[in-house]
């Protein structure tokens, strides 16, 4: 049965970390910052919420993120030098991001983990379910992801997270979740959670990507959460108390996502993302898929 439930208006974007495994290019550049063919990773992450509904953005930085500030904010000394030479296309680019939703900062400080950093929202959230997006998780806007998450809170309450089916050898790079079924094929109810286990120990191969949609409760759970894996505050953690006893803060459910995701995270995959948006790009595409088609080609016969 639907259930009524605050609407949900606000997102957190935690972008604090130092993002050691771009290193040197993060040296001087926040990791959010880095493109994604021409648009900086952080950007998509902010449309994906601005597209569910959620014109409310906090980003939680730490110390060397002064540019996502400035990527957010208007340039008029760049502006009025495009005005004035007529490019409007990449005028409206550049007041694309300005424009996109009302954003606010708020510093982490000590980087004790994601647990952490979603507490320090609890200031601007208030008593109200909010989503958590994370930056290295890029999911395409074709599939819908987080506003389903939010329909399913909506439903039943709680607090919502997206799973993913990753093979057994990849669970323990993930938080792991041990589900039962629902009466929705792409909701499961989560009876258990587990931060990155071993492969042998893992209770499923349901792995957790990186959105959430959280009940307002679990800020009391994260003040009382001790660190866990990696001296680290877990979010994990605290969605696993919620998952073992509905009392403290509703249930949790996740939702079963098998669209495209691009990890940005990873060298690799990183790479590997730029490649697949370059090649969907209705400007880029054709070309660059002839390029790409010639190249794999040559390299092939080199072999």
């Given at each position: 049965m639907t259930q009524s439930h605050p609407r949900i208006s606000k997102a957190v974007i935690p972008a604090a970390g130092l993002g050691?495994?771009?290193?040197?290019?993060?040296k001087a550049t926040p990791k959010e910052m880095l493109p994604v063919v021409d648009k900086p990773a952080i950007q998509y992450v902010v449309e994906e919420a601005v597209a569910a509904g959620l014109?409310?953005?906090?980003?939680?930085?730490?110390?060397n993120k002064r540019p996502l500030e400035d990527h957010f904010d208007r340039n008029y000394e760049l502006e009025s030098a495009l005005q004035k030479k007529g490019d409007a296309g990449r005028l409206a680019k550049v007041q694309e991001s300005s424009d996109l939703a009302m954003i606010h900062y708020v510093r982490q400080g000590d980087p004790k983990g994601l647990g952490h950093a979603v507490l320090c929202a609890a200031p601007h959230v208030g008593h109200e379910p909010f989503a958590v997006l994370l930056g290295?998780?890029?999911?395409d806007p074709r599939d819908p992801l987080l506003q389903r998450m939010i329909d399913v809170q909506e439903q039943y309450g709680g607090s919502v997270i997206a799973l993913m089916e990753v093979a057994p050898e990849q669970i323990h790079l993930y938080g792991c979740a041990s589900v039962a079924?629902?009466?929705?094929?792409?909701?499961?109810?989560?009876?258990?959670?587990v931060e990155k286990p071993d492969a042998a120990e893992a209770p499923s191969n349901y792995a957790i990507i990186g959105r959430y949609v959280l009940d307002p409760r679990?800020?009391?759970i994260l003040r009382k959460?001790?660190?866990g894996r990696g001296g680290e505050i877990q979010i994990t953690d605290a969605l696993q108390q919620l998952a073992a006893d509905e009392k403290v803060g509703g249930p949790v459910h996740g939702v079963v996502f098998k669209g495209r995701r691009y990890d940005t995270g990873d060298r690799g995959d990183y790479l590997r993302a730029i490649v697949r948006?370059?090649?969907?790009?209705e400007d880029l595409g054709p070309d660059f898929r002839t390029w790409l088609r010639s190249y794999v080609a040559e390299e092939m016969q080199g072999r």
């Open positions: 050691t495994r771009f290193l040197p290019a993060t014109g409310d953005v906090l980003m939680v930085t730490g110390r290295d998780d890029l999911i079924p629902t009466g929705d094929g792409d909701v499961v109810k989560v009876t258990g959670l679990i800020f009391d959460t001790e660190p948006l370059a090649c969907e790009r």
